[in-house]
């Protein structure tokens, strides 16, 4: 399968001090994207897109309520999606300068994505992953459902029909509340999902034997169980879905130990062999597949990102 990488500098949040209200690494795009550049040079031109335009509110109305985006023209809306209270006095074309038309900037990257995905390609879009955003509200840092919006769209286009199977493998260390809450009761929708249950937003309530691919683990966790596991369930997991039209690969680096928000405690290596192990499995099965970033809070993240990226143009097909 090709690989393929989606970009735009606009993807960094730039709000000046954010880093000092809140853990998120803001510029790791763009760090990670200087470490492919310097490892490939113009080479990485052959395998990538730029993304020129963000997605408008228009094309979101597909999967968040008008009265929701309308919402983001106020400060506290925005200071409560991020959990930065203070950005509640912030000037809100600021924010939306900021970090709303970055957050949109990356949700046209997942659905550039997806739709490059389907060209029996893995699409690595370096951004996105917003799992937490729901159709009328956003939070945990997430603004835009940006895998539903690509998702739905394709459906739209007659790209994905409604009867065919699309999986989301979901590796962040947050369970990804948002995304379930679009296809929970979608019978064509598959979705895998290793999280630390005893972090926002916490364990999933309900009947285990309902959804028995969203794994909860325990804080701490370290690397070889979490390697184990990852290595007996995914299997199970692609065996019950099998020759899905496309997967989304949520590659979260927040599992890493010196992660302030994840609370687990899988090494670097560990998420390199993470990532490996996801990749070649959808390779074997011939999946499109898009990869999205999602969360990551420690110095490394941006380092894990462009080694999966790299990995992927080492070993493009």
């Given at each position: 399968?090709?690989?393929?990488?989606?970009?735009?500098?606009?993807?960094?949040?730039?709000?000046?001090?954010?880093?000092?209200?809140?853990?998120?690494?803001?510029?790791?795009?763009?760090?990670?994207?200087?470490?492919?550049?310097?490892?490939?040079?113009?080479?990485?031109?052959?395998?990538?897109?730029?993304?020129?335009?963000?997605?408008?509110?228009?094309?979101?109305?597909?999967?968040?309520?008008?009265?929701?985006?309308?919402?983001?023209?106020?400060?506290?809306?925005?200071?409560?999606?991020?959990?930065?209270?203070?950005?509640?006095?912030?000037?809100?074309?600021?924010?939306?300068?900021?970090?709303?038309?970055?957050?949109?900037?990356?949700?046209?990257?997942?659905?550039?994505?997806?739709?490059?995905?389907?060209?029996?390609?893995?699409?690595?879009?370096?951004?996105?992953?917003?799992?937490?955003?729901?159709?009328?509200?956003?939070?945990?840092?997430?603004f835009f459902a940006d895998a539903a919006f690509?998702?739905?769209?394709?459906?739209?286009?007659?790209?994905?029909?409604?009867?065919?199977?699309?999986?989301?493998?979901?590796?962040?260390?947050?369970?990804?509340?948002?995304?379930?809450?679009?296809?929970?009761?979608?019978?064509?929708?598959?979705?895998?999902?290793?999280?630390?249950?005893?972090?926002?937003?916490?364990?999933?309530?309900?009947?285990?034997?309902?959804?028995?691919?969203?794994?909860?683990?325990?804080?701490?966790?370290?690397?070889?169980?979490?390697?184990?596991?990852?290595?007996?369930?995914?299997?199970?997991?692609?065996?019950?879905?099998?020759?899905?039209?496309?997967?989304?690969?949520?590659?979260?680096?927040?599992?890493?130990?010196?992660?302030?928000?994840?609370?687990?405690?899988?090494?670097?290596?560990?998420?390199?062999?993470?990532?490996?192990?996801?990749?070649?499995?959808?390779?074997?099965?011939?999946?499109?597949?898009?990869?999205?970033?999602?969360?990551?809070?420690?110095?490394?993240?941006?380092?894990?990102?462009?080694?999966?990226?790299?990995?992927?143009?080492?070993?493009?097909?």
């Amino acid at each position: 399968m090709k690989s393929k990488l989606i970009f735009s500098p606009n993807y960094d949040f730039g709000i000046m001090g954010l880093e000092k209200l809140h853990p998120f690494n803001a510029k790791k795009f763009s760090k990670a994207w200087a470490l492919l550049t310097n490892e490939f040079g113009e080479k990485i031109n052959s395998f990538s897109t730029f993304i020129e335009n963000p997605a408008t509110d228009e094309e979101l109305e597909i999967v968040h309520s008008r009265e929701y985006l309308t919402s983001l023209r106020q400060s506290k809306v925005i200071a409560s999606v991020v959990e930065i209270a203070p950005l509640r006095f912030v000037p809100n074309f600021i924010l939306q300068k900021g970090l709303v038309d970055s957050a949109k900037y990356a949700t046209a990257g997942t659905l550039l994505a997806a739709r490059q995905a389907l060209d029996s390609a893995i699409a690595f879009n370096i951004g996105g992953g917003f799992h937490h955003a729901f159709s009328d509200h956003g939070e945990g840092f997430c603004f835009f459902a940006d895998a539903a919006f690509a998702l739905e769209t394709l459906r739209l286009e007659k790209k994905v029909l409604s009867t065919d199977k699309v999986l989301m493998i979901d590796l962040d260390a947050h369970r990804g509340n948002g995304f379930t809450s679009f296809y929970e009761k979608d019978k064509s929708v598959g979705i895998f999902d290793l999280y630390n249950m005893q972090v926002y937003p916490g364990l999933k309530q309900g009947d285990p034997d309902d959804f028995p691919f969203i794994i909860p683990l325990r804080a701490g966790l370290g690397s070889d169980e979490y390697i184990t596991l990852l290595k007996t369930e995914l299997p199970l997991f692609l065996d019950a879905n099998p020759k899905p039209k496309l997967a989304f690969y949520n590659a979260g680096t927040d599992i890493l130990a010196a992660d302030k928000l994840g609370a687990l405690n899988v090494s670097y290596d560990a998420i390199n062999e993470r990532d490996r192990f996801v990749v070649e499995s959808l390779r074997e099965r011939n999946i499109p597949t898009v990869i999205i970033t999602s969360g990551g809070y420690s110095s490394d993240s941006y380092k894990l990102i462009a080694d999966l990226a790299s990995y992927l143009i080492r070993t493009n097909a």
